[in-house]
T-cell receptor, first 111, second 115 residues
Framework: DQQVKQNSPSLSVQEGRISILNCDYTNSMFDYFLWYKKYPAEGPTFLISISSIKDKNEDGRFTVFLNKSAKHLSLHIVPSQPGDSAVYFCAARDTGNQFYFGTGTSLTVIP | DSGVTQTPKHLITATGQRVTLRCSPRSGDLSVYWYQQSLDQGLQFLIQYYNGEERAKGNILERFSAQQFPDLHSELNLSSLELGDSALYFC??????????????FGEGSWLTVV
């Protein structure tokens, strides 16, 4: 049973525009959410996170929004750059420190 | 560089064989996680160890086993290999579950090809 879902396998965006990656989860006990970025043949690298007590966290061009009532998480990248082209994984942590990952969204930023 | 080291980076072996993947966590990290990523699949959680003890099990086959040693490095053993076991196996580490804002850091993965 997939507790973290990324329903869009891929997304294409023009350079300079906003990229919005979405993630839904089912477990209301998740207390911490993360986004990872993965280039081919490399391990996922941590990008940004948000605690369940917050609804927004910003780090440079990256902002993560959390809507707990909707059990929805999104990552905004503004402005998008070609180097942002990668697979993005959403993850959630439960109180037992287990991390659950979505299946990823492949972002392509078109120059 | 995440600080998590995995060996070997690439491995080709035949069906029915057994392989061992090795992981050294980041310095100071007590938890080790193993994940499997098959073609077009997300990261499937296999197993977690904390300070030498198994903490959680995910979708790990009975043919697979893991352990974490006193020096905190971990090994994932895959036996009676099948073609479907071909995948990228990631190790990740974190400090502990008691630290709020905990994040896990991934190694570069071990590519396993079963032929």
């Amino acid at each position: 049973d997939q507790q973290v879902k990324q329903n869009s396998p891929s997304l294409s965006v023009q350079e300079g525009r906003i990229s919005i990656l979405n993630c839904d989860y089912t477990n209301s006990m998740f207390d911490y959410f993360l986004w990872y970025k993965k280039y081919p043949a490399e391990g996922p690298t941590f990008l940004i996170s948000i605690s369940s007590i917050k609804d927004k966290n910003e780090d440079g061009r990256f902002t993560v929004f959390l809507n707990k009532s909707a059990k929805h998480l999104s990552l905004h990248i503004v402005p998008s750059q070609p180097g942002d082209s990668a697979v993005y994984f959403c993850a959630a942590r439960d109180t037992g420190n287990q991390f659950y990952f979505g299946t990823g969204t492949s972002l392509t930023v078109i120059p | 560089d995440s600080g998590v080291t995995q060996t070997p980076k690439h491995l080709i072996t035949a069906t029915g064989q057994r392989v061992t993947l090795r992981c050294s966590p980041r310095s100071g990290d007590l938890s080790v996680y193993w994940y499997q990523q098959s073609l077009d699949q997300g990261l499937q959680f296999l197993i977690q160890y904390y300070n030498g003890e198994e903490r959680a099990k995910g979708n790990i086959l009975e043919r697979f086993s893991a352990q974490q040693f006193p020096d905190l490095h971990s090994e994932l053993n895959l036996s009676s290999l099948e073609l479907g076991d071909s995948a990228l196996y990631f190790c990740a580490s974190s400090f502990s579950y008691s630290y709020s804002g905990n994040t896990i850091y991934f190694g570069e993965g071990s590519w396993l090809t079963v032929v």
